[in-house]
């Protein structure tokens, strides 16, 4: 065990020697394989050992572009595609290509988009014989026109064309790009720079003196402009952190930073006092904040934005993390000098940067670790012998065929009869069971899930036994069941949730029974406010509950929320102090006997990026490798005309699932968006806002 727990402590778990005989008895494959077991956060660290240790370490470096290399095997019957990704735009490379080429005047560029197609055929024959570069952008975005745009690449007659000719492409991955352009052109992609200092560095390169002279409040200029360029870098790489960083990862681009900086220049050139208001505004509401959906990422933005557009960053000696890693410089030293200064920076970005805690890195680690596992899932070809037979045919213990009938028994095992009405398969909850109770059940959503579990899984195994057709849908299904993932047949009728199969099913037959319980025992005291449907419908009934009962508009109603305390805190507190007690509620809901007169008490809760301190009852920073922890009992209190704090709180979003980004309702929010509570803490609320702290309704 101490071995394991060796490399379980490990900073570099995937160079640690496995104990005893398995150091011996696994080959380098077989020990990812169990490095996934011990640690996942580092299973892409192993697989980047692997691959340089058997086919070289130029396959996992990245490869520069040289678009000298590039135009040299071209010819002008050949198009040069670059193959877009996010955070990329080769267009300022490619113009400064142009320069070197002393093509700059004979460069003719078009965005393409509805209505630019004749534009673009006329541009194309006008090169094709004044011997010009035609640059078309975005060509994803106009589908409709790549059929012409596939048969004047065609028609180009080789020995009438002029020699100088070339066309360039952008577009990003489409199925409506034409495949014939594809085989015959020359293919490039730019990946974004990865890291704060790459960032940097590509920012600064295309700068030089003479710019950064050109102002006429120069120190100040200097000052915020790598402050800016800073920004731009943690904006960029926050998304790497998923959910924590942005709920949506937006594409910022070097664009959104080139006229930020021009609008800085612009600004300091025109006004006399520092215009920050304006500077903030035009930089995180109009150009970064042009691309945020979501309210909750763009004050996140905002809180991020206000670090680096500030009085404090003029200061020669500032610090923008606590580390002072990255910090502002001597704004007498010129570009180089700048240049110098960066590439002293770290390659691999702390955490700390983006006001994060340590923890945010073992998360990105799991995210980029478990999306490379779940692709090569995905990619493996549906068979599992030499003889190539497929899956169906491989199935000789009849993998599919239990699964199918271990879920129809469970089912049929664990759901209710009592108080149900009986459907075509019975049982299911009924929904007029909410006559018994003093609160509305949500509408049946959990019978119509119920009814199609057991209908297709009823037809999946009479399928594989050849009873019936193996239909389109059934085959899908069939696979998700063999990779253990939930059927997309069950997901579009299911709540939201990133469970396997095997855990979906038993949160599925928890929620049915928290419900059931609440039929046959009345209301509940705490309510499990992951385990329904649609928890705002319940939040609503709450407040209308609320209004009926004062007689009062229930658009002056709001919710105040309150930590629930145990009676015996002091005690709960000794035993914590003392080292009992090291991950625990104050109390256990279920020492709650009694409902509120007003509200509702609620419950299964958990907060990622941070914890709730059961000592100084009140948020606190989370422990060493603990990514998620159980959130206390809360009371929700409703209130008339209500005056909410805004200090000592904080104020936290929860969400139904760990993705936290869905699509938009009517009310402008994430439909993944529960309802945000009011959480005590001693920090600023930036803080744990940079910190991406949220709640989550289910793992």
Not at 248 to 267: A, H, N, V, W
Not at 310 to 336: F, M, W
Not at 370 to 397: C, M, W, Y
Not at 480 to 494: D, R, T
Request: some cysteine.
């Amino acid at each position: 065990m101490e071995g394991f727990k060796k490399i379980f402590d490990s900073q570099e778990p995937h160079r640690e020697d496995l104990p005893g005989q398995w150091k011996e008895d696994l080959d380098d494959f077989q020990k990812i394989v169990m490095l996934r077991c011990l640690r996942a956060d580092m299973v892409t660290s192993a697989m980047q050992d692997y691959v340089a240790k058997h086919m070289g370490q130029r396959f996992i470096e990245p490869q520069t572009s040289d678009l000298g290399v590039v135009f040299k095997e071209s010819s002008p019957v050949t198009p040069l595609i670059f193959v877009l990704s996010a955070g990329t735009d080769p267009a300022a490379d490619l113009y400064k290509f142009a320069e070197e080429m002393r093509f700059s005047k004979k460069l003719s560029a078009i965005s393409l988009g509805q209505g630019q197609g004749p534009r673009a055929e006329a541009l194309i024959r006008s090169a094709m014989d004044r011997g010009k570069w035609v640059f078309f952008q975005n060509c994803h975005l106009a589908p409709s026109w790549m059929p012409s745009l596939e048969r004047l690449i065609e028609g180009i007659d080789p020995d009438k064309v002029h020699r100088d000719f070339r066309l360039w492409l952008t577009s990003m991955p489409s199925n409506q790009f034409p495949v014939a352009i594809l085989q015959n052109g020359s293919k490039m992609t730019i990946e974004p720079p990865r890291g704060i200092k790459a960032n940097l560095l590509r920012a600064y390169m295309a700068q030089n003196d003479d710019f950064l002279n050109s102002c006429t409040k120069v120190s100040v200029f200097k000052s915020l402009l790598f402050s800016l360029c800073l920004f731009h870098g943690v904006a960029l790489e926050r998304r790497k952190f998923g959910a924590l960083g942005f709920n949506i990862p937006y594409e910022y681009t070097t664009g959104d930073l080139r006229i930020c900086i021009s609008q800085l220049k612009m600004f300091l050139d025109e006004y006399e006092e520092l215009p920050f208001k304006c500077l903030t505004y035009t930089a995180g509401h109009i150009n970064y904040g042009g691309r945020v959906t979501d309210d909750w990422d763009r004050r996140c933005m905002m809180n991020i934005l206000s670090d680096f557009y500030c009085y404090d960053v003029l200061k020669p000696d500032h610090k923008y993390s606590e580390a002072g890693t990255y910090r502002q410089i001597d704004t007498d030293c010129d570009n180089n000098g700048y240049i110098q200064y960066i590439r002293s920076l770290p390659i691999n970005d702390t955490p700390e940067i983006f006001g994060m805690h340590d923890n945010a890195n073992i998360t990105f680690a799991q995210n980029e670790s478990f999306a490379t596992l779940n692709a090569l899932i995905h990619l493996q070809p549906k068979s599992s012998s030499a003889s190539g037979r497929s899956s169906e045919e491989v199935d000789t213990t009849g993998q599919t065929l239990d699964t199918t009938g271990q879920i129809l028994e469970t089912t049929h095992a664990h759901l209710p009869t009592r108080h149900c009405i009986l459907l075509p398969h019975p049982p299911y909850i009924y929904p007029h069971a909410a006559l018994f109770l003093s609160i509305p059940l949500p509408s049946p959503r959990y019978n119509r899930l119920l009814q199609e579990i057991i209908r297709s899984s009823r037809d999946i195994l009479k399928a594989i036994k050849g009873l019936v057709v193996m239909s389109e849908p059934l085959e899908k299904m069939f696979n998700s069941l063999y990779i253990n993932e939930v059927p997309s047949l069950w997901s579009k009728k299911a709540y939201p949730s990133l469970k396997p199969l095997a855990s979906w099913t038993e949160d599925l037959l928890a929620r049915v029974q928290f419900i059931q319980h609440w039929i046959d025992a009345g209301v509940p005291t705490v309510f499990w406010i992951s385990g329904f449907f649609f928890p705002q419908a319940f939040l609503t009934g709450t407040l209308q509950n609320y209004a009926r009962k004062s007689v009062i508009s229930i658009d002056t109603i709001t919710f105040d929320f309150k930590v629930t305390l145990s009676k015996y805190t002091w005690f709960v507190k000794f035993m914590y102090h003392n080292g009992v007690l090291r991950n625990h509620q104050t109390f256990h809901y279920e020492d709650i006997k009694e409902r509120p007169e007003d509200g509702c008490y609620i419950r299964g809760l958990y907060v990622e990026g941070a914890r709730w301190d059961p000592v100084e009852q009140q948020l606190g920073e989370s422990r060493p490798k603990e990514l998620y922890t159980d959130m206390a009992t809360m009371w929700l209190v409703p209130e008339g005309n209500r005056t909410p704090p805004t200090k000592g709180i904080y104020i936290c979003p929860i969400y139904k699932t760990l993705t936290r980004a869905g699509t938009l309702s009517t009310t402008g929010h994430s439909t993944n968006y529960v309802i945000s509570v009011e959480i005590p803490t001693s920090r600023e609320q930036k803080h744990w806002v940079k910190r991406g702290v949220a709640m989550i309704c289910a793992l």
